[in-house]
T-cell receptor, first 109, second 113 residues
Framework: AQRVTQPEKLLSVFKGAPVELKCNYS??????LFWYVQYSRQRLQLLLR??SRESIKGFTADLNKGETSFHLKKPFAQEEDSAMYYC???????????FGQGTTLQVKP | ETGVTQSPTHLIKTRGQQVTLRCSSQ?????VSWYQQALGQGPQFIFQ???????GRGNFPPRFSGLQFPNYSSELNVNALELDDSALYLC????????????FGPGTRLTVT
């Protein structure tokens, strides 16, 4: 079955601390993986995708096919990073997204 | 370039009624996907439309149906509403293909009483 698992509902860190939001997936083919973010009172938006291998707002994510993981990392958290983060898998030719349950990142001053 | 818009913002319906939610795609996009997001959960794929044809469906009953119009705007219709249909309904537009970024609307909050 195709599935995305985000084991932490809430991750709370202090400003300047490293952040790692975990994401594991189950997929039988070659996955297209994404991180979406939703800031307070804003719509869901793409943060980054594994295919582009870029760093957005200091965040990076590496696809590890052996561990079937796509963890999101940032070396130094900022207060403005506080948001809900969703890991998502693009499935099949339609590109339908399978989302995890989301992790709320809270960065304390 | 205008973003994805949805209407209404929120509405309240009674069990057994029917509802229509609307979505306007971002300019230039030919694909619309609909998602249901229950409280505390991630969005769940309902179906996708590409050039006015259904192009994939999630695990939702037939009382969830949709339309896409020539201008690529879209409707989600839900018949015989149930209490569990209460959720945030998200529309996302994109170009075709699994690698395309999906641009989400602000959502419609549906409450079924």
């Amino acid at each position: 079955a195709q599935r995305v698992t985000q084991p932490e509902k809430l991750l709370s860190v202090f400003k300047g601390a490293p952040v790692e939001l975990k994401c594991n997936y189950s997929y039988s083919g070659s996955p297209e993986l994404f991180w979406y973010v939703q800031y307070s009172r804003q719509r869901l938006q793409l943060l980054l995708r594994h295919i582009s291998r870029e760093s957005i707002k200091g965040f990076t994510a590496d696809l590890n096919k052996g561990e079937t993981s796509f963890h999101l990392k940032k070396p130094f958290a900022q207060e403005e990073d506080s948001a809900m983060y969703y890991c998502a898998l693009s499935s099949g030719n339609t590109g339908k997204l399978i989302f995890g349950q989301g992790t709320t990142l809270q960065v304390k001053p | 370039e205008t973003g994805v818009t949805q209407s209404p913002t929120h509405l309240i319906k009674t069990r057994g009624q029917q509802v229509t939610l609307r979505c306007s795609s971002q300019s230039g996009h030919n694909t619309v996907s609909w998602y249901q997001q229950a409280l505390g959960q991630g969005p769940q794929f309902i179906f996708q439309y590409y050039r006015e044809e259904e192009n994939g469906r999630g695990n939702f009953p037939p009382r969830f149906s949709g339309l896409q119009f020539p201008n690529y705007s879209s409707e989600l219709n839900v018949n015989a509403l149930e209490l569990d249909d209460s959720a945030l309904y998200l529309c996302a537009s994109s170009l075709a293909g699994p690698e395309s970024e999906q641009y989400f609307g602000p959502g419609t909050r549906l409450t079924v009483t």
